[in-house]
């Protein structure tokens, strides 16, 4: 093995193990770095400012994508960076590489009224169309990720103080609101699975045979059941129920502050913003905009 593999295995297992990253966040780092290693490896070049710049032109001509680029810029700087500061490098060799500017976008979203209607007419007639209804609901209620709600656990959802525990991003817990209807569904919904999974033990979201349901299984289902009952084309993705959450309570004059909290926004800048908000505060917030909690 070459110093440069046991290098990348070393800033994998510290992405993993220190850092506390998704596998999904681990993998794209590495096969981002691998590219460009591999690319150095098979011109023979020196990590020159000008190379490297060749390197990065390479992949946006390639995918045409300032996202891509950026987020392969980033993975590998952060590299270099984990290296220097282990003194295996004496600097960065991504230091003054900037990063393209990217188009900032508005996340697209469902109205409230194409919200409201979308989860009032969801079925629960047997089992899995109770699960379906049960996640959609709390998916709009809580603006969790999608890999935080598949990874909860019964002893998360704290339902007399309308409460669940989220274990966000890098390991860090924060606590959300849900309303009275999300409460419902879901009292309903956790009765049902523990009557029909008993040896599911502590996990409260289920495929039909009663093991964990996974995030990508979760956009097929809201796909399916979106397209059944609304009959159109729109693609819609559990992200975009998450973005709906935040601008429906910033429409109703929710602080934005406390939505960003809400989200679980994990960057240090954001963090240090919102160090004096407190539980209440959040309470608050969430029980005088949330569309649902008044319906």
């Known amino acids: 093995m070459d110093r440069e593999e046991r290098d990348l295995k070393r800033y994998i297992a510290h992405l993993r193990d220190i850092k506390k990253y998704s596998p999904h966040t681990v993998r794209a780092y590495g096969s981002d770095i691998r590219q460009f290693l591999a690319y150095f490896a098979a011109n023979g070049q020196e990590l020159t400012k000008g ?16 996202a891509t680029v950026a987020r392969k810029i980033y993975a590998i700087r952060s590299f270099y960076g984990f290296l220097v500061k282990s003194g295996a490098l004496a600097h960065n060799p991504l230091d ?33 169309q109770l699960r379906n209804k049960a ?47 999300a409460a419902a569904v879901m009292g309903r919904y956790l009765q049902r ?72 926004h994990a960057s240090l800048a954001t963090t240090e913003k919102y160090t004096n908000l407190n539980l209440a505060d959040l309470l608050q917030t969430y029980k005088k905009f949330h569309p649902r909690d008044h319906a």
């Open 193 to 264: 699975r523990r009557a029909e999974f008993p040896q599911a033990q502590d996990q409260v979201f289920v495929n039909h045979r009663g093991g964990s349901l996974t995030p990508r299984s979760v956009e097929r289902l809201l796909q399916a059941a979106y397209r059944a009952l609304v009959r159109g084309s729109q693609h819609v993705h559990p992200h975009l129920l998450r973005h709906s959450f935040a601008t429906h309570l910033l429409q109703r004059g929710a602080n934005l502050r406390a939505i960003q909290e809400l989200l679980g």
């Open 135 to 181: 996640l959609f609901e709390f998916l709009y209620a809580t603006g969790l990720r999608v890999s935080e709600l598949t990874g909860l656990r019964s002893g998360d959802i704290r339902f007399a103080e309308r409460l669940v525990r989220v274990m966000g991003k890098g390991r860090k817990e924060r606590i959300v609101p849900f309303h009275d209807q």
């Open 96 to 128: 003054g590489i900037t990063t393209p500017k990217q188009e900032r976008r508005i996340p697209r979203i469902l109205t409230e009224v194409e919200m409201q209607e979308f989860l009032d007419a969801l079925p629960e007639e047997n089992f899995l």
């Open 51 to 66: 190379n490297i710049r060749g390197f990065i032109a390479q992949v946006f001509s390639g995918s045409r994508n300032k």
